[in-house]
């Protein structure tokens, strides 16, 4: 034990005023003669000595008074643990992600309760002191220190945050703060464990103090994925939106009401029951009448834990898909054919002896047809057209130079087989996802067609379709575009193929697989980039993000696309028009990081463990407010005494009171 101001001991010497007054009676005495005082004198002896009893209590009392009043005023403590010292750089990193916002045993939330904490924590260190606070956001604000009064500001300023950090990126971010002043830092968080990410062990060069915000048990039911039954289609076209329900409760959420709202009108509804710790899938029939941008929104009602509750969804139907035709002669083929369906494909056809190279930035998809060769400025142009994620569909002609075709293609093994004969197609292979939603029956009776293999190209395990001897008819290569390559000319004599019921369902996969502005359903904010294509995009002027708020993100165009970094602690969920002068271009939809809404937390002891458990990792165990105040201060000021000795002095107050009024 120690005392914060023992200089006041030097008033322990008023302890010898009771002292003094109990050993001298000042009072004068009056003689009284008696004829016989015999009887008297033994009265006299019986009294005094309980008179001399009592005022040694009395005196006793106020000693001890006097002993523990002046006690009080020298405050004693128990020494801190961990003293405080000068010139300290501290170090806050405060959790405010979005599972911050599930609520404590008191129902406050975890964000309110940690920004209380840390305000407890710059209070009570020295003024020298300088402060950093880190947040998930990792915003510009936490490059440098500050001082308490703008640490303070700042920490009014905290909200909650849809970026989620792992610890590696939050051990990283605070070991670019390491200075030669002593460091301590202060990790605020619900220590969550689906955030948790790669293990990294904290160093022995700075103290950690763990202040782990603990939740009451809470259930939470979210949305973890959504797709469409056939991600590719156009607008018009009939779809389906396929959900999966988690539950992540103990207790099963039953007849939880979903709701689909397009465009702000609902469109659809439907319930589901979650069992415990699991998943319940669900799906939503979309209006063929869709077309263009939409916004789509799940929601449902899920409390206390309610930021998951909407999903949002960027449903962006192409209106139409643009297919351009490169033909060896000035007769019309089957591929205009097949791509006549005005309400679904803007179809133009050229003889290759007159195409104009500049119609290549529109198209989704380049179908040549019956070229034997390539010259070399039509080869660059469709190369140039491939890298900047374009989609080419080959079919050679009847007499393919090798020479030409393998510098175009830019498939080694590309020849022409010195026999040619007819051979059948095997049966597709329905598990290729290049099949998926095509055929509603998945028959292994169905007829196939036959053909003549002009080009060969060697085994491919993955080729779309095959021979019956298992060499590729049709394969897809990824050359920054796809470049689907078939081994036969679309010519009668070389093949029935353009007469077969397979022919239209492969060449609509092929062409909808190849819309090159295709967007994400939806993106989370753990994304670093986004990407969409630029090809009709005049201007230099940067495009701009509308949403609750206007941003304009940092870009960069890459061939025929653009590239945007997320502004991460600026950006919220929701939708985002990407917009271009006026025009609206582009939409897209983000969600929380779905790990937020795992709500499992390590205690503590668990944390440090994974932090390596050093000597310089301490934890708070705290549950509330006034709990966490009292024990920052009892290990950094001391546990303080001067209460306990202030009560004391009462005491003995009240029994020299008792002593006097009661004792005879």
Known sequence: ???????????????????????????????VFFSNNRFLREVKEAT????????????????????FLVITFC??????????????????????????????????????????????????????????????????TSNT??????????????????????????????????????????????????????????????????????????????????????????????NILHIKVRNDGDKDAERLN??????????????????????????????????????????????????????????????????????????????EKVFGNEQIFNFSSYAVSNFNYSLLRQADLVVLNGLNSIDVPLGEALRNYLVGSGTILFFPGSNPDVASLKN????????????????????????????????????????????????????????????????????RFDQGGKLYVAATALQPGQTDFFNHALFVPVMYRIASSSIRNEAKLYYTLKESYIQMRADSLQGEEPLRWIGEEEIVPAQRKLNEQIIFDLPKFSITKGFYKIVANRDTVGLVAFNVDKRESLLDQYDGADM????????????????????????????YLGTPLWKYALILALFFLFVEILFIRFLK
Do not use: C
């Open 145 to 238: 220190y500050k001082t308490k009064p703008e640490i303070l500001d700042l920490l009014t300023q905290i909200r909650l945050s849809p970026v989620s950090r792992t610890q590696k990126e939050v051990v990283d971010r605070i070991s670019q703060s390491r200075t030669s002043r002593n460091q301590e830092v202060f990790w605020i968080s619900d220590l969550q464990k689906s955030t948790q990410g790669p293990i990294v062990f904290w160093d022995s060069i700075s103290k950690l103090h763990l202040v782990p915000i603990q939740f009451s048990k809470q259930s939470n039911v979210f949305v973890d994925t959504a797709h469409l039954e056939n991600p590719f289609a156009a607008g018009g076209g009939k």
């Open 408 to 475: 175009f293609l830019q498939l080694p093994l590309v020849n022409v087989p010195e026999k040619v004969t007819q051979e059948e197609l095997d049966k597709p292979d329905f598990s290729n996802p290049f099949f998926e939603n095509v055929f509603e029956e998945k028959s292994v009776a169905i007829a196939m067609p036959r053909a003549s293999k002009l080009l060969d190209w060697g085994s491919d395990r993955s080729a779309i379709l095959r021979f019956k001897n298992d060499q590729p008819f049709l394969s």
């Open 48 to 67: 005094t000595a309980k008179r001399r009893l009592k005022h040694y209590l009395v005196l006793l009392s106020r000693l001890m008074f006097l002993f």
């Open 75 to 140: 405050q004693p403590i128990i020494p801190a643990a961990e003293q405080l010292g000068n010139g300290r750089n501290i170090i806050l990193y405060l959790d405010n992600s979005q599972s911050m916002s599930a609520q404590t045993d008191d129902k406050s939330r975890g964000i309110e309760v940690a920004t209380s904490f840390a305000r407890s924590i710059v209070d009570l260190f020295p003024p020298d002191t300088r402060y950093k606070l880190i947040t998930n956001d990792f915003a510009p």
């Open 608 to 635: 440090k463990e994974l932090l390596g458990d050093g000597d310089n990792i301490t934890i708070f165990k705290v549950g509330s407010q006034e709990a966490f105040s009292n024990e920052i201060k009892e290990r």
């Open 258 to 335: 979903l709701k689909l709202s397009i465009n702000d009108i609902q469109a659809a509804t439907t319930s589901v029951t979650i069992p415990a710790k699991g998943t319940a899938e669900s799906s939503f029939d979309l209006s063929s009448s869709l077309s263009g941008l939409n916004e789509g929104k799940l929601s449902f009602n899920d409390f206390p834990i309610t930021f998951d509750n909407d999903f949002y969804l960027a449903l962006n139907f192409t209106d139409k898909i643009t297919v351009l035709e490169i033909r060896s002669s000035d007769t019309r083929t089957v591929v």
């Open 1 to 31: 034990m120690s005392f914060l101001y023992p200089s006041f001991l030097w008033a322990l010497l008023a302890l010898a005023i009771p002292i003094i007054v109990h050993l001298f009676n000042f009072r004068k005495t009056t003689q």
